[in-house]
């Protein structure tokens, strides 16, 4: 077992929730990604989901979409984040996940990022524009590296895609709680409820929500249906605005809640 399946090992074991915060690595610098991840740690969270600056994101709502701006303007390369996620190593013992797309890959060569990334300490690789039909082209490399593929679903993926997709990964299985992009939510409705009960049922591995998920009573209401959830732009709000204590308050509703479904 890699970091992130013994992560989710031990929490299953005593009966918690997952917390997986979203940062972009070089917003503010990429010399913060260290104290960043740092502090995410010591807030409790399960792992850290690491995104990559890129031009024409797919997935990222506004508020990551400008970090990401921000970041690149800053001078922010996918090797330097790699170097720096190996000196956050010395510091930070829970899994970190790298979040990217496909270009910035083949822009680094497949065989070198997956090697760089597996020297570093990287655990596994959320790649949103990498469907299922075509992970050929580097799931071979990140197997051997032992580098964990985290794959999504969404509300418009058929169940029996979602059977296929989940008995191929052993992380978890990131699923969408959107028909959209990331970003705040104000409320979620008995359609999404249902759709992650589905999920949970038929999934081989952890289940884990994310997409607009921003409050505790988001939290606390999600959670109840599967393993834990994916905070990403209310985590980049916070620190971009310096609120560390309400970071670290949002955080610690999931140490309350019950991994018993």
């Known amino acids: 077992m890699n970091r992130i399946e013994k992560a989710f090992a031990a929490l299953k074991e005593s009966q918690k929730k997952a917390f997986v915060p979203y940062i972009m690595a070089g917003d503010g610098g990429l010399e913060t990604l260290v104290e960043r991840l740092t502090i995410l740690e010591k807030f409790g969270a399960t792992a850290v989901e690491v995104g990559v600056p890129f031009s024409d994101p797919v997935a990222d709502g506004p508020t990551i979409q400008k970090a990401g701006l921000r970041a690149l303007a800053n001078g922010t390369t996918l090797k330097g984040i790699v170097q720096e996620i190996e000196k956050a190593r010395k510091k930070v013992s829970i899994p970190i996940i790298l979040m990217t797309y496909l270009n910035p890959i083949y822009s680094y060569g497949i065989a070198n990022f997956v090697g760089d990334i597996r020297n570093a300490g990287v655990d596994g690789c959320i790649i949103p524009d990498l469907p299922i039909e075509e992970e050929e082209i580097i799931v071979p490399e990140l197997d051997k590296a032992e580098v964990e593929l985290i794959r999504l679903v969404t509300m418009t993926t058929p169940l029996e895609r979602i059977k296929t997709i989940s008995s191929t990964g052993r ?10 992009i990331t970003g705040v939510r104000n409320e979620y ?60 308050d949002l955080m610690s509703v999931i140490k309350q809640e019950s991994n018993v479904l």
């Open 189 to 248: 409705d008995a359609e999404l409820t249902n759709f992650i009960k589905s999920v949970k049922e038929v999934s081989a591995i952890p289940v884990m929500a994310g997409f607009g998920i921003s409050s505790k009573k988001q939290i606390q209401q999600i959670s109840k249906y599967c393993d834990g959830v994916i905070v990403g732009s209310r985590i980049v709000e916070l620190f971009e605005q310096d609120r560390l204590s309400e970071m670290e």
């Open 171 to 180: 992380g978890f299985l990131y699923t969408v709680t959107v028909k959209g």
